[in-house]
């Protein structure tokens, strides 16, 4: 059984539409590439498996519906979320905003924050420097770190190499495939570098204007012509 299951999702900012009948679903122990251009509604779509836009259709984890239910109890129910807009808290330290995602697995805080540093220890480095002062691609590792100190069974990550250079996005793509690989950790990132993606994903979901075009394999898709034209020039 899928741990993830989205069923004709419809999403709603207000009056405005933003999904159009998404459906997919996620295995368990895989990573999962959501690509689509800048607009595309990939935001969109990990805010409404948070809990965070009004939808119509159906969204299951680990086997429990979604609907009505809240953030907050979405992530005791063991969904990460890094969002591309970070939301750290810019005047506390690295270690104190990370602790912040422990509220909700507070016997495993020194596990999880053992963890945390093993994956980027440029983080356990400056563990007390204000995350307002630190690089995008500093803060892109607290706002991951911040999601795995909540113990989750699946970690969302929206757009982690936004304006990040070529060897941070290395480093990210390292901590991701070592989390899935050592610990099983699933894992759904969303992304415009659709390379990042397909080094990391088993399976890429093509999202745009709201809709799912294509779906397949990563080897798959990097042979679609339609791939190769939009997002490859060739």
Known sequence: MALLEITNLEAYYGKARSLHGVSMSVEAGTIVGIIGPNG????????????????????RFDGQDLAGVTSA???AQGIGYAPERGNLFPFMGVRENL??????????????????????PVLEARQDQETGTQSGGERQMVSLGRALMTSPKLLLVDEPTIGLSPKVCLDIAAALRRLNEQTGLTIVITEQNVNFAMS??????????????????????????YIKEAYFGA
């Open 40 to 59: 595309a509604g990939k935001s969109t779509l990990l805010d409404s498996i948070m809990g965070l836009t009004s939808t119509v259709g159906g969204i």
């Open 73 to 75: 109890r979405i992530v």
């Open 99 to 120: 602790l912040v995602g422990a509220y909700r697995s507070r016997e495993r805080i020194a596990e999880n924050l053992r963890m945390v540093y093993d994956l980027f």
């Open 200 to 225: 990391l994903a088993q399976e890429i979901h093509v999202l745009e204007t709201g809709e799912i075009r294509l779906s397949g394999s990563a080897e798959e898709l990097k042979n679609e012509d």
